[in-house]
């Protein structure tokens, strides 16, 4: 058991640090492009805050969505158009026309959370493939927000003692830890990478974005669960998604004790994993719709100061 558990142990850390180099191309590649994720370097009248990391689809800065346009520029702006003018390294949509506000997926939600699998409204994303996905799974699988969840879920699985048998303290979270990591990585690469790969699926997230009801695209969310797209853009099975989270499961029964790898205990994690996609989902829906209105109601606060400031001007002139 010990040695299988090194084995699988130095497996993940190898296929980590191993195809990490490879993964840096990616902020000279295609996604650095923009075209991809509709990163949040693009914010509109946002300045920009390239993160100096090594992930770019997942090691994604987020653009202080607060920062203004000159006053003299930003009491200009007409605040009900959603589409205000962009940089140029700003994500357009198929026609070329920039994405609206409430459709501009960052990169990083609030800072720290990747969002590196979701396109933005009407973006042209790059086509999938066994290279695109492998270096998006790689980001995603080193990204450092990856290992503060690890942190934290290994915590709270030992304090619910949820696996007895892993033991409390130090060597109990190390247990849970080692664990979690090779959960969290294999159902990474067998769901974003390989199973995609193999069937052509695009198992990214598609917002649907506004223009719909919320009860509407609360059931969009749970229904991609279900749902993928064939590398066609038709709408499939998600065989590749679920399939990672099964194939996760039957293959951590080989580095999980046996009072820890039953049906019921593999199919509550397999559950789990379902829920936290779906939470995680609704949040990359929903957050350009929040991000938005709070961008919006920054610069109209900006705009009459300035309008405020020039007229206090103008009236000392006089």
């Known amino acids: 058991m010990v040695s299988l558990r090194s084995f699988f142990l130095i497996l993940g850390l190898g296929l980590t640090l191993g195809s990490h180099a490879q ?16 990163a949040d370097e693009a ?11 090594d992930s770019s689809n997942q090691s994604e800065s987020a653009d202080a969505p ?4 000159p006053e003299s520029a930003e ?33 990083r939600i609030l800072g720290f959370m990747p969002n590196f699998r979701t396109v933005s409204g009407g973006a042209a994303a790059p086509p999938p493939g066994w290279k695109y996905n492998f270096t998006v799974a790689t980001h995603q699988a080193t990204d450092y927000s990856t290992f503060l969840f690890l942190g934290l879920t290994s915590l709270t699985a030992e304090g619910m003692n949820m696996h007895a048998s892993l033991g409390k303290g ?3 979270f190390y247990a849970y830890t080692w664990r979690g990591f090779l959960d969290k990585t294999d159902n990474t690469y067998l769901s974003a990478w390989l199973l995609p790969s193999l069937i052509h699926e695009d198992t990214r997230f598609y917002a649907l974005g506004d ?23 038709r709408q499939t099975p998600n065989i590749a998604g679920l399939g990672g989270k099964v194939l996760t499961q039957v293959v951590s ?20 994993s379902v ?38 001007a103008e009236n000392s002139v006089h």
């Open 23 to 38: 993964s840096l191309q990616l902020e000279a590649g295609s996604l650095t492009h923009g075209s991809l994720l509709a």
């Open 43 to 53: 914010v509109p009248g946002g300045g920009q805050n390239p993160e100096p990391s």
């Open 66 to 69: 607060d920062q203004a346009l």
């Open 75 to 107: 009491a200009e702006i007409d605040q009900s158009d959603p589409r205000v003018q962009q940089d140029s390294n700003a994500p357009v949509d198929a026609d070329g026309n920039p994405i609206p506000l409430d459709r501009l997926q960052p990169k």
């Open 170 to 172: 130090v060597g109990g």
């Open 211 to 233: 223009g719909h009801s919320i009860p509407i695209r609360a059931l969009y969310v749970i229904s991609r669960q279900a749902v993928a797209k064939t590398y066609g853009g």
């Open 253 to 272: 029964r080989y580095y999980y004790p046996p009072s820890a790898a039953t049906f019921p205990v593999l199919a509550s994690k397999f559950g789990y």
């Open 275 to 312: 829920m936290r996609d779906v939470i995680f989902s609704t949040i990359r829906e929903f957050y350009p719709d929040i991000a938005a209105h709070y961008i919006r109601k920054h610069r109209e606060k900006v705009a009459r100061l300035a309008a405020k400031d020039a007229q206090s």
